[in-house]
Every structure is written in structure tokens, then in C-alpha cells.
């Protein structure tokens, strides 16, 4: 699997939207699930919501994920109002 790539900003998101978006190429094998469950991602295949409703524009199921296809993955503010941080040794910490 291919690492997360670019970062997005969203400026002006509401509250409790992504603060910003990293980038996924999708490799052959690839689903929301696997991606999700990818311990660089969210390490949680149960995520795989998050991923779909920010594709919505490119994925009209969860189903029709296509190798060479350029996903945003959400970062930030969680759906459960958390957020996550970035360390400055890259580490990855959730805050509720």
C-alpha cells in the first residue's frame, strides 16, 4: 500500500468537519476497508465511512474503488468531536 501523500487544506470547514486532508493513491487490492484499516490511515477498518463521504464526488459506492484512483482522507476533527494532532516526530496523538 501506497502511504498517504499531499495534505489539503480546508479552509473555513464547520466545526466538526476534517481541519484537512491528506491523499491516498489506491493500489490494486485496495478497498475503504483495507485503507482504512492501514495503521498510517486510521488503523481502524470501521472508518471506512470517513474516507467514502469525502470521495462522494468520486465514488458513487464504497464498492467502485479503483486502483490509480486519488482519495482525500480526512484529518482533524473526528465524528465524534475529537481531533487529531501531529507530533513533531510524526506521531499521531487523539485528542477528545
Not at 458513487?60 to 475529537?82: F, N, Q, W
Request: net charge negative; aromatic share 8%; proline share 8%.
Amino acid at each position: 500500500m501506497a502511504p498517504p501523500e499531499t495534505e489539503l487544506d480546508e479552509p473555513g470547514a464547520p466545526s466538526g468537519a476534517p481541519s484537512h486532508y491528506d491523499t491516498y493513491v489506491v493500489q490494486k487490492g485496495d478497498s475503504l476497508w483495507s485503507i482504512a484499516a492501514n495503521p498510517e490511515i486510521y488503523g481502524k477498518a470501521s472508518k471506512w465511512r470517513r474516507i467514502f463521504d469525502a470521495n462522494r464526488d468520486l465514488l458513487k459506492s464504497p464498492d467502485r474503488v479503483r486502483a490509480g484512483m486519488t482519495l482525500k482522507i480526512p484529518r482533524g476533527e473526528s465524528e465524534d468531536g475529537g481531533s487529531t494532532t501531529y507530533d513533531d516526530d510524526g506521531g499521531i496523538t487523539y485528542k477528545k
